[in-house]
């Protein structure tokens, strides 16, 4: 991990907590594989990176599923936290901080600040209400919004619910969040989603439930500061976790550089939660004082035939497993290449060999072992140098396709778009490739035995190392593991530096095995 300069700017970005009811599904990984190639490409350009992943813990989906199988919340919980980690680790994740909601003090003081706040600013209100209410979503709707009677998301029937709450006046910010979201001084990536967001405003806001009775929770949540049969509602202690994360509780310094004096506060986040990132969380926000989010990054969701992948479906395929299976690097470059960022997209395994074969062991190991494998043969494992003199056009092309490359991934990545980012950086695998056939090495080795000058071949040959290099450094925000691995076989000290004359490479080995041949 690079370590930013004295005088970096401050970014923060966090991933939605996932719900723990139940084991993470490849749709988990794909959003935090974005979310960790945002915060790594800002950890390179310089920016001094605060990255958030968390677990949502105290939703009433997950006293449900601890019910069903006979076990306390908290060990439910605290198991299925564990597989989270397990799978974070597994992808490789460069996230500097964890945050639990069930136990983590940080949270639980930071909620009750916000929730007071809140309160201060005159914004809570209790009042008694019936409503259709679900709990997969842990949300309430309309009549209007169900379809045939059922929950757009989950499919099932909404419970109806009848209590006294706690209420949030989202009505009095109605033309505030209209403002700031249409002039995207809260920027809602694609337009897409800023758009439906606009609208679902347009139509008027009302003020939503924040609390439920402790016995409607089983007793399972943070407490309501003053009123201890009250709980609060999940979306004002989940989504406070992006600053309670911070210390907001204690105005630490955490929560004074990376929230209150960050120039990008960014938020990745699936479709199905839009709404309460993109209105409730900012509304709070303004109510207690504090900045908004400045981006809210919104992918759609993993689908295996056309059907929205979930644990209640039961068409979940697990990362773990598949991250066990081909490696952590595979699985990332399958989600961030062939996934669009922002629409909805088939999972595949069958894709995922595609893309592994053709791009991972065919284009880039093959380039890797070839120029590997030419060096030493050729010039005893060490990088020769470029030998001016002996420069042609085609290296100078070479050149210009790393220099229009790499600003294009500079501007995929300003508009949160790996996918093409990582087009970008194969032209210059296969440009790369097509120059080993054009200038033929081995040809000219065979020239050079004959008596022809050296200046040659040593120039191709240390064209490919400083390619490859460049290669690396901009592999490294999507594929760590990778990146690592080219720079090791090239002998570097570190990513992205340039192969200097007299610079041993290590011996030649497939980074990408071929799965059919184990």
């Given at each position: 991990?690079?370590?930013?300069?004295?005088?970096?700017?401050?970014?923060?970005?966090?991933?939605?907590?996932?719900?723990?009811?139940?084991?993470?599904?490849?749709?988990?990984?794909?959003?935090?594989v974005l979310a960790d190639a945002y915060a790594r490409f800002h950890r390179q350009v310089g920016?001094?990176?605060?990255?958030?992943?968390?677990?949502?813990?105290?939703?009433?989906?997950?006293?449900?599923a601890a019910e069903a199988m006979g076990i306390p919340t908290q060990e439910l919980v605290d198991r299925n936290v564990q597989v989270f980690q397990e799978l974070y680790a597994a992808l490789d994740l460069s996230n500097d901080d964890f945050i639990r909601t069930s136990v983590d003090p940080r949270h639980i003081e930071g909620a009750k600040k916000?929730?007071?706040?809140?309160?201060?600013?005159?914004?809570?209100?209790?009042?008694?209400?019936?409503?259709l209410y679900c709990v997969g979503c842990e949300q309430f709707y309309t009549q209007d919004e169900l379809v045939e009677g059922r929950c757009p998301e989950h499919g099932t029937v909404p419970e109806l619910v009848e209590e006294a709450n706690a209420f949030f006046r989202l009505s009095r910010y109605q033309e505030q969040l209209h403002d700031l979201i249409a002039s995207d001084e809260l920027r809602i990536v694609p337009k897409e989603r800023k758009n439906e967001v606009l609208r679902f405003i347009e139509a008027g806001l009302e003020d939503f439930s924040i609390s439920r009775s402790r016995e409607r929770a089983h007793g399972w949540g943070i407490a309501v500061p003053d009123d201890p049969g009250q709980v609060m509602y999940v979306w004002v202690d989940a989504l406070s976790n992006y600053i309670t994360a911070l210390d907001y509780a204690n105005d630490g310094d955490a929560f004074a550089r990376y929230w209150l004096g960050s120039r990008e506060r960014v938020q990745v986040i699936g479709k199905g939660i839009l709404r309460f990132h993109a209105i409730y969380w900012p509304a709070m926000l303004l109510s207690a004082g504090l900045p908004m989010p400045t981006h809210v990054v919104v992918h759609g969701y993993l689908k295996i035939d056309g059907q929205k992948m979930s644990k209640s479906l039961g068409n979940v395929v697990d990362p773990?497993?598949?991250?066990?299976?081909?490696?952590?690097?595979?699985?990332?470059?399958?989600?961030?290449?062939?996934?669009?960022?922002?629409?909805?997209?088939?999972?595949?395994?069958?894709?995922?060999?595609?893309?592994?074969?053709?791009?991972?062991?065919?284009d880039l190991g093959n380039l890797l072992n070839r120029t590997v494998s030419m060096l030493q043969r050729y010039r005893d494992g060490v990088v020769p140098g470029v030998r001016p003199e002996a420069s042609e056009p085609i290296e100078d092309e070479l050149v210009q396709v790393i220099a229009v490359a790499?600003?294009?991934?500079?501007?995929?990545?300003?508009?949160?778009?790996?996918?093409?980012?990582?087009?970008?950086?194969?032209?210059?695998?296969?440009?790369?490739?097509?120059?080993?056939?054009?200038?033929?090495?081995?040809?000219?080795?065979?020239?050079?035995?004959?008596?022809?000058?050296?200046?040659?071949?040593?120039?191709v040959l240390t064209a490919l190392a400083i390619t490859l290099s460049r290669i690396a450094f901009l592999l490294e925000p999507f594929l760590p593991e990778t990146s690592r691995k080219i720079t090791d076989q090239l002998g570097g000290s570190s990513v992205g530096a340039a192969p200097t004359p007299g610079q041993r490479v290590a011996e030649p080995k497939p980074i990408f095995p071929r799965f059919d041949d184990a």
């Open positions: 991990m690079t370590t930013p300069a004295a005088d970096s700017q401050p970014y923060f970005i966090a991933q939605a907590i996932p719900y723990v009811n139940g084991r993470p599904h490849v749709g988990h990984a794909l959003e935090a920016d001094d990176v605060f990255f958030l992943s968390g677990s949502d813990e105290n939703s009433l989906k997950n006293v449900q916000i929730w007071e706040a809140m309160v201060a600013a005159g914004d809570v209100y209790t009042k008694s209400y019936s409503g773990l497993a598949v991250a066990g299976e081909y490696g952590a690097d595979p699985l990332r470059y399958y989600l961030l290449r062939d996934i669009s960022p922002f629409n909805d997209g088939d999972f595949s395994v069958d894709k995922l060999l595609g893309r592994y074969r053709a791009d991972l062991a065919n790499s600003a294009r991934v500079n501007l995929a990545m300003g508009e949160y778009n790996p996918q093409e980012a990582l087009a970008a950086i194969w032209d210059i695998v296969s440009r790369a490739n097509a120059y080993v056939e054009v200038t033929a090495p081995w040809q000219l080795a065979k020239l050079e035995k004959d008596g022809a000058p050296a200046g040659r071949l040593d120039t």
